[in-house]
């Protein structure tokens, strides 16, 4: 198991050492010593101050995801959340999604496949919300389809991404998402779920006792998306996403404000907001290093903001600053609250590894 988890490790190290290199493989480092010079840094402290609302937030959809089974505050649910997220750009894996719901579970006493189904709503509402930005923006922003990118992987090798090959990927992933809704409904209606219980239990030679313990997961994980029941906590819940994600497109557009050489408006940060999502789906080492800068570039020449031949070392430059500045505040906070939680790495990391759910006692109401 531990020899797996080091291969799964070192890969994604390599995927994003390898993005990394891409990003920075055509930029004379004197021209982003250049960039970083000259950038108004004053812009940096509303930037993180947004950074930090946008993820409490977070901490407030979730109460709503939870409110059919548990009525928590927002307060109380914020340090599990943010060390979720911190976890995720210190330890591969993505084992923040593991923590979170670990830590609530074991603070509250109360089953991890449930907390663990809530977390999934939320990723689920993450994509619907980006999918229905995305083709909002397309209204306001103009992709150019002949805009390209070009990842020079040797001199005889290179690979270049084009804005029509960002539209079609974009048309792709909305019929994933519709899948994921459909799958959705399906938890939340009883009809289907105890179809898919019967399913479980004509399953030829698992024995009966793991039958019952499959069940057991299966309906505490469903019981994670019954907030999807009521029309008034659906839409609390979507509200909430799209004002997340919004206030994550303006604090782009307000650290652009630190760049002479940048000028987004509301709409062109949104919409490289949607295209970093996507680069960052590929496996990579904690925080998506590289293939967030990769995204980063291509947005801004797609969208026209810098010149294909002239912009890539302002785009670079912008891109590391606003990752960076996104990771530093949540991994302080999140470490914080690890440490006031009395939670240890390792128990995270088994948690991530074995993804076994560690039921605590207490039943959902």
């Known amino acids: 198991m531990i020899r797996k988890k080091t291969v799964k490790f070192l890969l994604s190290c390599a995927i994003s050492l390898f993005f990394l290199y891409l990003a920075f493989r055509n930029i004379n480092f004197k021209e982003i010593v250049q960039v970083f010079q000259t950038i108004n840094y004053f812009w ?11 993820m409490y937030l977070r901490a407030v959809r979730w109460r709503w995801i939870l409110k059919s089974h548990y009525d928590f505050t927002s307060r109380k649910l914020f340090p599990s959340l943010i060390i979720g997220f911190a976890l995720n ?10 923590a979170r719901p670990f830590i609530l579970s074991k603070r509250e006493k109360i089953p991890f496949s449930t907390v663990f189904g809530t977390v999934v709503v939320e990723r689920i509402m993450d994509s619907i919300t980006l999918l229905f930005s995305f083709f909002t923006t397309l209204f306001f922003v103009t992709i150019d389809p002949e805009s390209h990118f070009t990842l020079r992987i040797s001199n005889t090798m290179q690979y270049t991404i084009t804005g029509e090959m960002l539209t079609r990927l974009g048309r792709k992933l909305s019929v994933i998402t519709f899948l994921l809704l459909l799958a959705v409904v399906s938890l939340i209606l009883d009809r289907t779920r105890r179809v898919y219980e019967i399913m479980i239990r004509s399953l030829p030679i698992v024995g009966d006792s793991l039958k019952k313990k499959i069940i057991h997961i299966f309906q505490h994980f469903a019981h994670g998306f019954h907030s999807l029941k009521s029309p008034k906590y659906l839409a609390m819940i979507f ?6 994600w919004c206030l994550v497109g303006f604090s782009l557009q307000v650290m652009s404000w630190g760049f002479k050489d940048l000028s987004l408006n509301f709409f062109q940060a949104m919409a490289i907001v949607n295209i970093i999502c996507i680069a960052i789906l ?10 967030y800068e990769c995204g980063g570039i291509f947005a801004l020449i797609a969208l026209g903001v810098v010149s294909m031949d002239t912009g ?16 530093i505040p949540i991994v ?21 590894v074995s993804n076994e759910p560690d039921f605590s006692s207490g039943n959902s109401s």
Do not use: C, D, M
């Open 282 to 291: 590929i496996p990579a080492a904690p925080g998506y290093w590289g293939l």
């Open 89 to 98: 750009s210190l330890l591969p894996l993505r084992a923040g999604e593991f």
């Open 239 to 244: 509200f909430y996403s799209l004002i997340i």
């Open 44 to 54: 940096t402290i509303p930037f993180v101050i947004i950074t930090v609302l946008s």
């Open 312 to 327: 890539e070392a302002t785009a670079l430059g912008f891109t590391l600053l606003i990752h960076t500045l996104q990771i």
């Open 332 to 352: 302080l906070v999140g470490v914080y609250y690890l440490w006031r939680e009395n939670i240890s790495l390792k128990q995270i990391e088994i948690q991530a």
